[in-house]
């Protein structure tokens, strides 16, 4: 009987905000595992005596990167982390975009700038702003060129906090088309989904966001399904992928580009896609059972 433990965060008194969760562990285990959740900062777990850990929802470690990092090395070093150490700690620093695009992936383009660097802002179109370590559109916002005032406060509180900021141009397809996921599991494309614009004008950086507001089921395009596949494809170490979320919006020729890639801890929306429990389940034990 494997032993299997899901990582997740500690909501303290906020509800736990991962529905898919409770399911998935009551699946594993009348599939026959030993399956259990656990918090990924708990002292007491041994996570040595697991057959596998699987990254689910540690949805607060890009508040506490350095922690995070540390405690993926440590947990790969003792037994078989999914996804494996070297693919997370590559993925927790979004400046991996610059690194796809340069090996011919589709991407939204992307500029770095670093604490120190000087506040150099697009001032002919929307553009985004947003850490190359977040999540859940933390510390994101969309601008236009006569909000450069504002932008350049939330470059100067980033930059305070230690992060680099990327600067992208805010993609208009997305309040069209929306932004699609494209849900992989076990090498497999699992399920698709579609959700609206998340960052509306005006909104505060540090604001609260909806991540995924008007979320829906979706069926990829060949043209999605390809872009998908080379940044996988392009990824380092990335034959040892259990699961992987590819976001992609559509550019100003209409064709998808990636927006970003979740490798670390992405929603599987299994409360959407019920049907794909079945085959997550599968894919985590064999995993589990590997040799």
Known sequence: MPRIALATYDPGAEPVRDPDLAVLVRALGDAGAEAEARFWDDPEADWGGYDLVVIRSTWDYSWRAAE??????????LTRLANPAPVVR??????YLGELAAAGVPTVPTRYIAPGEPADLPDGHEFVIKPTSGAGARFAARYTPGEHDTAVRQL??????????????????????GERALQFFGGRLLHA???????????????????????????????????????????????????ARVDLVDGEDGEPRLMELELVEPNLFLWLHP???????????????RD
């Open 68 to 77: 995070f990092a540390a405690w993926v090395e440590r947990v790969g070093a």
């Open 90 to 95: 590559w993925n927790t620093d979004k400046r």
């Open 156 to 177: 100067a509180r980033m930059h305070a906090e230690g992060f680099t900021a990327m600067v992208q141009p805010y993609v208009r397809g997305i309040d069209v088309s």
């Open 193 to 243: 989904s579609r959700k609206g614009a998340v960052l509306t004008p005006g909104t505060p950086y540090d604001a609260d966001k909806v991540p995924h507001p008007d979320l829906v089921p979706w069926q990829p395009t060949d043209a999605e399904l390809t872009v998908a596949e080379k940044a996988l494809a392009t990824v380092p170490g990335g034959s040892g992928l259990l699961y």
């Open 275 to 289: 049907a794909s429990l079945a085959r997550v389940t599968e894919a985590i034990l064999a995993a589990a059972e």
